[in-house]
């Protein structure tokens, strides 16, 4: 499938992501920006609490049942509304802040470069991330439509054993599979590349663009410019789709401009009367925190430390119109209580992290400039968002909203921290709410580095436009349209068009992809028809044969690098080319109800950066050509299908 074919899942995301939660937002009242970036808030919330109330009363996870919700939700949404305020439809709405040529212009820019990005990183929308999570993600989807049940509870029993689940943020998942069940003609790998293009594309920009529309309420031109910022930092969005893969992290930080638009809007550091009542930004933000939460709950720490720095600013102000010293000290005290409780809060849930592996990855000055450059490793700088930052931090200052400068700096430190301190309880204690992760800490970075970024450039752009005088209409517009021309240029050529290459990379696929070939994804694709639906698969998933979960909708019986370690999963995966010797193998081989293997070779990673013998553990799976437990089924070059014949099968 190409991308052109692709469209109608595109659609089909598109207005999954925005109508239901836009019906129960517009039967709440919101209307424009507050709506625009309300709906995909209210969707991916509600979608994932109602998957986790169904996983408790057994009602299955599907289509019909999802949207009864959402309908039910809105009409009691409009109901209580009518009660509330005495009518069916808001008074006026045109005093709400819209969709302005400028706000436009900026999204139509966003979504052409990060589309065009995504669609060049992947390839073909059915190429799968060759990472180590992507299996669980991708597999984790296939595992809530097989078993009808997607709460985050219930995800984490694809890999443990039954009734070992554990909570596991399961938004994205859920988000995902309804697309995949809404569009049955398309491959589970299509659909979830296709909805994290309109993630990245549509939703991310769209919060992006209404922040910088409250904080520079005045300058169009800064409108514009924020549309080419979303799409000119290597770490995010195209960051999260190649580094990890970090699907869930992706879709937490495309909602964070909507929860820093609301609670800037809320702390009144900006003029955001124009979104709408309180009541409706307060319900819109909550929306947001939950989805982001149920998608990866460090982000909403991070859009905590944001609000912690605007209680801070709030704080600051009060007590420089206080006119009694015992109000003032009251201020100071109670701004100091509120840092510390976070703070305690902060390194009481950051301990989840504590035992992540990811370590530091240079000095303090190379970090140092790696957070204006954006250059981590090998990458090529990216100058001229550097300067642009620079300019920025000096503009915001001058115009008194030195807090958007202090949350950049609270973000930066982070990634300071995380490229250079070394293993220790500070690194955990300041760092294990993101796993000390510096890929993370840098992504969560783009949002104040954007503002800051936009607000440099709109400062040239003045500086520029009061140096030229164009006589005519046509004049001035050309120039806007080449200034245009001139920051996407700058910005998307070098750094970008290595991200993108590099990212390519984890796409590939061919005789040289990190994990699953062209061979071995063309074996995977004929398993419908050669393997029944209620046969198990047994794999070395270091060699690809995991994806046979996502690909063909076959059970697996390792569908993660990190397997499930029962009793008779290990015996089948250790001693399976013992069976025709051994009958507490054959036993293990009925429990698990395996009749199949994949065999894909081993030591994929042989000579690579990852230092790991992957046979170990799958001993059972090696030197099957010749084995009397085994006949091979079907062959692509000399990755090769058995099924089992021994045990009496």
């Known amino acids: 499938m190409t991308w052109l074919e692709a469209?109608?899942?595109a659609v089909l995301a598109l207005l999954i992501i925005f109508v239901p939660g836009g019906l129960v937002a517009a039967a709440a009242g919101a209307r424009r920006l507050l709506l625009a970036i309300a709906a995909p808030a209210v969707t991916i919330s509600v979608l994932a609490v109602a998957a986790i109330v169904f996983g408790f009363l057994a009602v299955p996870w599907t289509i019909p049942f999802v949207a009864t919700v959402f309908l039910s939700l809105a009409v009691v949404t409009w109901v209580v509304r009518r009660l509330v305020t005495g009518t069916?439809?808001?008074?006026?709405?045109?005093?709400?802040?819209?969709?302005s040529p400028a706000f436009i212009t900026g999204l139509v820019i966003a979504v052409v470069l990060i589309a065009v990005q995504v669609c060049f990183a992947i390839g073909e929308p059915g190429n799968v991330s060759q990472t180590y999570d992507a299996p669980f993600h991708l597999n984790g989807v296939r595992f809530i439509i097989d078993t009808a049940n997607g709460s985050s509870f219930n995800l984490t029993g694809l890999i443990l054993p039954p009734s070992r689940s554990t909570f596991y943020p399961a938004a994205w998942h859920d988000l995902v599979s309804v697309v995949a069940m809404a569009a049955p003609w398309a491959g589970l790998i299509t659909v979830a590349n296709v909805t994290n293009l309109v993630?990245?594309?549509?939703?991310?920009?769209?919060?992006?663009?209404?922040?910088?529309?409250?904080?520079?309420?005045?300058?169009?031109?800064a409108l514009v410019i924020a549309g080419v910022a979303a799409a000119a930092f290597p770490a995010f969005?195209?960051?999260?789709?190649?580094?990890?893969?970090?699907?869930?992290?992706?879709?937490?930080?495309?909602?964070?401009?909507?929860?820093?638009?609301?609670?800037?809007?809320?702390?009144?550091?900006?003029?955001?009367?124009?979104?709408?009542?309180?009541?409706?930004?307060?319900?819109?933000?909550a929306c947001a925190v939950v989805a982001?939460?149920?998608?990866?709950?460090?982000?909403?720490?991070?859009?905590?430390?944001?609000?912690?720095?605007?209680?801070?600013?709030?704080?600051?102000?009060?007590?420089?119109?206080?006119?009694?010293?015992?109000?003032?000290?009251?201020?100071?005290?109670?701004?100091?209580?509120?840092?510390?409780?976070?703070?305690?809060?902060?390194?009481?849930?950051?301990?989840?992290?504590?035992?992540?592996?990811?370590?530091?990855?240079?000095?303090?000055?190379?970090?140092?400039?790696?957070?204006?450059?954006?250059?981590?490793?090998?990458?090529?700088?990216?100058?001229?968002?550097?300067?642009?930052?620079?300019?920025?931090i000096v503009a915001t200052i001058r115009t008194k909203r030195w807090w958007l400068v202090l949350m950049w700096a609270a973000a930066a430190v982070l990634f300071v921290l995380?490229?250079?301190?070394?293993?220790?309880?500070?690194r955990n204690l300041a760092l294990g709410m993101f796993y000390k992760d510096v890929p993370r800490l840098e992504a969560f970075l783009v949002l104040p580095a954007l503002l800051v970024a936009v607000l440099g450039a709109d400062a040239l752009w003045r500086l520029v436009a009061r140096r030229i005088t164009p006589r005519s209409r046509s004049g001035a517009v050309a120039v806007a349209a080449t200034a245009i021309v001139v920051v996407i240029a700058s910005t998307q050529l070098t750094a970008m068009t290595y991200a993108v290459a590099h990212a390519a990379n984890a796409y590939r696929l061919d005789d040289r992809s990190r994990i699953l070939d062209d061979d071995e994804y063309a074996l995977i694709e004929r398993l419908r028809d050669e393997v029944g639906d209620d046969a198990v698969i047994v794999g070395n998933p270091w060699t690809g044969t995991s994806w046979?979960?996502?690909?063909?909708?076959?059970?697996?019986?390792?569908?993660?690098?990190?397997?499930?370690?029962?009793?008779?999963n290990d015996v089948v995966n250790t001693e399976l080319n013992d069976a025709d010797v051994d009958p507490s193998v054959c036993?293990?081989?009925?429990?698990?109800?395996?009749?199949?293997?994949?065999d894909f070779g081993a030591d994929r990673f042989a000579g690579s950066r990852l230092d790991v013998k992957t046979w170990i553990g799958f001993e059972g799976l090696l030197d099957l050509e010749d084995s009397a437990v085994v006949e091979e089924v079907d062959r692509e070059g000399d990755k090769v299908l058995y099924r089992i014949v021994a045990c009496g099968l």
């Open 7 to 9: 469209t109608p899942v």
């Open 88 to 99: 069916w439809m808001p008074r006026s709405v045109s005093r709400l802040a819209g969709f």
């Open 199 to 221: 993630i990245a594309a549509v939703v991310w920009p769209i919060g992006a663009l209404t922040v910088v529309r409250l904080v520079a309420p005045s300058r169009p031109s």
């Open 237 to 285: 969005p195209l960051g999260m789709l190649d580094y990890g893969v970090l699907y869930s992290y992706f879709l937490s930080l495309a909602f964070l401009p909507a929860g820093l638009a609301l609670g800037l809007s809320l702390f009144r550091l900006v003029d955001g009367r124009r979104l709408g009542p309180v009541t409706l930004q307060i319900l819109s933000l």
């Open 292 to 392: 982001m939460g149920l998608s990866q709950p460090s982000v909403v720490f991070g859009l905590g430390l944001f609000g912690i720095i605007g209680i801070v600013a709030l704080c600051v102000l009060a007590v420089r119109y206080a006119q009694r010293t015992w109000i003032r000290v009251s201020l100071i005290v109670g701004m100091i209580a509120v840092v510390a409780a976070f703070a305690l809060v902060w390194r009481r849930v950051g301990s989840f992290g504590y035992t992540a592996p990811w370590n530091r990855y240079g000095s303090v000055p190379e970090v140092l400039l790696d957070t204006f450059t954006l250059s981590r490793g090998d990458r090529p700088y990216a100058v001229v968002v550097a300067v642009l930052i620079l300019v920025g």
């Open 418 to 426: 995380g490229g250079a301190l070394p293993s220790g309880d500070l």
């Open 548 to 568: 046979a979960m996502a690909l063909a909708d076959r059970e697996v019986l390792n569908p993660h690098f990190n397997t499930s370690h029962a009793p008779a």
């Open 587 to 598: 036993t293990a081989i009925h429990d698990t109800g395996v009749r199949y293997v994949l």
